[in-house]
C-alpha cells in the first residue's frame, strides 16, 4: 500500500519563499509528481521527480529523498496568484499516481 | 484535441437516477485514468485504462459504477441509481503510458455531479 501526507494549509506573504513537504510510505516507487489546483479548477503538473535531488523550474523547485520517502515543492517570490492547494503525488508499482490530500496555500500582501 | 475533454461540465441527478460523464483523452494517450474528487480532498483513483483494456478497476466505490473505453479512446464513466454521497468532482487524466518516460498524467476539467 501506499501512504502520502502533507500539511493541510500554509500561509506566506507576497515575495517570500514557501516549502511545502510531503512524506511517503510505498512498497514501489516510479516517481513523484507536484500539482497545483486553483478553486474550481482541475489539477495542473508542476513537476516530476524520479531520481534523488533537487529540480528547478523557474520559481518553482521540487526536491526528492528516495530513502528517507521525503519531498518537497519550493516557490520563491510568492505571488498572490500561487494561492491554491498543491498535490503531492506518488507513482508506486502500478505506475497508477496517488495523491495525497493537498495543501492549502494562502498568499497574503 | 489540445487537452483533455470532459462533459458535462455540470450535472445535477435526481437520487436514483442514472449519470454517463465523458472524457476525450489527449490525442495518442494510451492510459486513461478516472479520480473522484470531494471537497477539500486529493483526487482518489478510481479506474485506470491502457487503450481499451481496463486494467486496474479497484477504485470504484460500488458495482453501480462502471467505466469502458471500447474504441481505446473516448471514455464514459457511468453512475447507476445515484445516491447523494456520489456527489464530487470526477477528473478524467490520461498520459502517453507507462512505458514512457516521465508517465505524466494531465487533467481534464472534471464533471461536476451534484445528486439531489
Known amino acids: 500500500g501506499q501512504n502520502i501526507d502533507q500539511p493541510t494549509e500554509m500561509t506566506a506573504t507576497e515575495g517570500a519563499i514557501v516549502q511545502i513537504n510531503c512524506t511517503y510510505q510505498t512498497s514501489g516507487f516510479n516517481g513523484l509528481f507536484w500539482y497545483q489546483q486553483h478553486a474550481g479548477e482541475a489539477p495542473t503538473f508542476l513537476s516530476y521527480?524520479?531520481?534523488?535531488g533537487l529540480e528547478e523550474k523557474g520559481r518553482f523547485s521540487s526536491f526528492l529523498s528516495r530513502s528517507k520517502g521525503y519531498s518537497y515543492l519550493l516557490l520563491k517570490e510568492l505571488q498572490m496568484k500561487d494561492s491554491a492547494s498543491y498535490l503531492c503525488a506518488l507513482s508506486g508499482g502500478s505506475y497508477i499516481p496517488t495523491f495525497g490530500r493537498g495543501t492549502s496555500l494562502i498568499v497574503h500582501p | 484535441g489540445a487537452g483533455v475533454s470532459q462533459s458535462p461540465r455540470y450535472k445535477v441527478a435526481k437520487r436514483g437516477q442514472d449519470v454517463a460523464l465523458r472524457c476525450d483523452p489527449i490525442s495518442g494517450h494510451v492510459s486513461l485514468f478516472w479520480y473522484q474528487q470531494a471537497l477539500g480532498q486529493g483526487p482518489e483513483f478510481l479506474t485506470y485504462f491502457q487503450n481499451e483494456a481496463q486494467l486496474d478497476k479497484s477504485g470504484l466505490p460500488s458495482d453501480r459504477f462502471f467505466a469502458e473505453r471500447p474504441e481505446g479512446s473516448v471514455s464514459t464513466l457511468k453512475i447507476q441509481r445515484t445516491q447523494q454521497e456520489d456527489s464530487a468532482v470526477y477528473l478524467c487524466?490520461?498520459?502517453?503510458?507507462?512505458?514512457?518516460?516521465?508517465?505524466?498524467?494531465?487533467f481534464g476539467e472534471g464533471s461536476w455531479l451534484t445528486v439531489v
Open positions: 487524466a490520461s498520459s502517453l503510458g507507462w512505458q514512457n518516460t516521465g508517465n505524466t498524467i494531465y
Open positions: 521527480n524520479v531520481l534523488d
